[in-house]
């Protein structure tokens, strides 16, 4: 059987889903291309030997909007995926049955699914350091067992957990603010997923567009972005509650 090749589409606003992505394809060897969902990008046209493997963060149990209107601009025209979900050691309740129903229905086979963990993206000592070296080895043995899975012939389509409809997300109040080290040099407009910061104003963020990705806090050369303290005081309370055991990543093929 011939060899296989990925493609990589990644929605990784601080890193984190990225990570996971290219550890998992690390473990077949097959060549790969990538392409970043959190900027703009010419949709791929699969090869019939390419194999999809779409990687998203979980935020409150979901896809993000923007990640799964990025998904929903692939098309598999039968072609054979992988869905990753990744999630800051909370839950990832219904964001990878989401990202498999989206693929689903973009026309692509979804032969293998799994949960993976990053560190949080708001409270940074939650999963701090993850993907680790013990999720890394798990990940490339998760691409080791997608690639036998093809080299047997099997591509049946795999059942991942989720409910249907998918729960309700909700939001929060406060965002990240540009201090008094802000220059205005406009990285963090440049990398924003969905423009919420005016490139005439860099110190500015539009509430009603941001989603609290962090991409802006994470890209920033000068560390002039945080999130609210106290917010992020009340994120980390409730989070050492909920989010303080650490999780494991979860393989379904």
């Excluded at 059987?1 to 996971?20: D, H, Q």
């Excluded at 409809?165 to 939001?171: A, D, E, L, N």
């Amino acid at each position: 059987m011939a060899e296989n090749r990925w493609v990589l589409a990644y929605f990784s606003p601080t890193g984190g889903t990225e990570k996971v992505a290219r550890a998992v394809a690390a473990g077949t060897g097959w060549p790969s291309r990538e392409v970043d969902l959190c900027a703009p990008f010419d949709p791929p046209v699969l090869e019939e030997d390419e194999v999809l493997l779409a990687a998203v963060p979980v935020f409150g149990g979901r896809v993000p909007a923007a990640a799964a209107a990025a998904l929903e601009k692939l098309s598999g025209e039968g072609r054979r995926a992988v869905a990753v979900a990744v999630y800051g050691n909370r839950e990832f309740e219904d964001a990878l049955v989401e990202a498999a129903d989206t693929l689903t229905g973009r026309g692509f086979q979804v032969i293998a699914g799994a949960a993976f963990i990053a560190e949080h993206s708001i409270v940074r000592s939650i999963a701090a350091g993850r993907p680790d070296e013990a999720d890394i080895e798990k990940a490339g043995e998760f691409g080791k067992q997608v690639a036998a899975k093809l080299a047997a012939g099997e591509a049946a389509p795999v059942q991942v957990p989720g409910d249907h409809p998918y729960r309700k997300t909700g939001g929060m109040p406060a965002h990240p603010e540009a201090g008094k080290g802000c220059v205005k040099c406009g990285l963090c407009a440049e990398k924003c997923p969905v423009g919420a910061i005016p490139r005439e104003d860099p110190s500015q963020t539009d509430a009603d567009i941001c989603f609290n990705c962090m991409r802006c806090i994470a890209v920033c050369p000068h560390g002039a972005r945080k999130f609210p303290a106290p917010a992020l005081l009340a994120a980390t309370t409730l989070l050492k509650v909920k989010a303080g055991t650490r999780k494991e990543p979860q393989l379904f093929l």
